[in-house]
């Protein structure tokens, strides 16, 4: 940390809600900062929570007898586009990285709203009383909605260069599940220094994941950066997207190799919120750290079951790695 802080002490860290039980909504507040960095680290959080969370989203949507978002359904008030538009607004936590296909079979008259579509066991609609069209006496609809997990923002026009299939509308994609974030730097006094800093950090999630876990991984994934830069011996770029590269780099280099010379951020493998949480939580930042671990260190993981256990399992299985082999006693 800053030298000044041998001066001022360690900040504080607090977080208050107006709501009581409201997780989605909080207010964090860090003091005593040395001059500029409210500024420094609260812009930087800012821009790591708004860019950089993965979250689900409706992303395309295929109905019967539809060619485009242009057209009418007959019987239902909205037009196609209305409609596109409001599935945008539907909030949803997905478990699983794969892309998934769920049902919206209504018949009216009926006012149909988000709880109306068909949802598995990996994919959680967190606003169902949204309202998404209305149907008059007679009138029926039928259409296939994608679900996918991703990160940031993803236009409709982009996809459709590379996917474009006869009645599949794309949607705009807004994955990120933080909604707002402002941060506010306020003067702080320690004894007679007055000249230091207080960040104040309002954040707003869809509540797929709480304020404090975004805030935390903002911080871990801002940290891996930073550990990155700050180590000895750089990761080749091609180790980034080839998992097998670095597997072979960890099991051929000598034992004693510390873990900066060979880092990998964990948050490339796409693991669903909850699992990474619980991951970045016990320590473990990498997938070299991540190798290391067997089934029964991870299962002790506060908050790691058998469901996140199986995710990190296939996720291995699939780039051609697997976790450390249990040590018979």
Partial sequence: MHIIQEEIGLPIFSSESDVKGDDAHRVFTIAPLPPGYGMTLGNALRRALLSSLPGAAITAVRMDGVQHEYMTIKGMKESVLDLTLNFKQVKLRKHSKDPETLTLSVK???TVTAKDISVSADVEILNPTLTLCTLDKGAEIEMKLTV???????????RNKKQNQPGLIHIDAVFSPVERVRYDVEA????????????VMEIVTNGSLTAEEALRFASQLLQSYFQYFGSEKKVEPEFMADFTRTREEHVTEPATTSVKESYTPIEILNLSPRTLNALI?????????????TEATLTNFRGFGTKALAEVRDTFATRGSKLADEVEG
Avoid: H
Wanted: hydrophobic content about 30%; some cysteine; overall charge positive.
């Fill in 108 to 110: 009216g008259p009926k």
């Fill in 148 to 158: 996918e997990k991703g990160v940031g923002y993803i236009a409709a026009a982009e």
């Fill in 281 to 293: 939580n016990a320590g473990v930042g990498s997938i070299e750290q991540l190798t290391k671990c």
């Fill in 188 to 199: 702080s006094r320690v004894g007679q220094r007055t000249d230091l800093d207080k960040l």
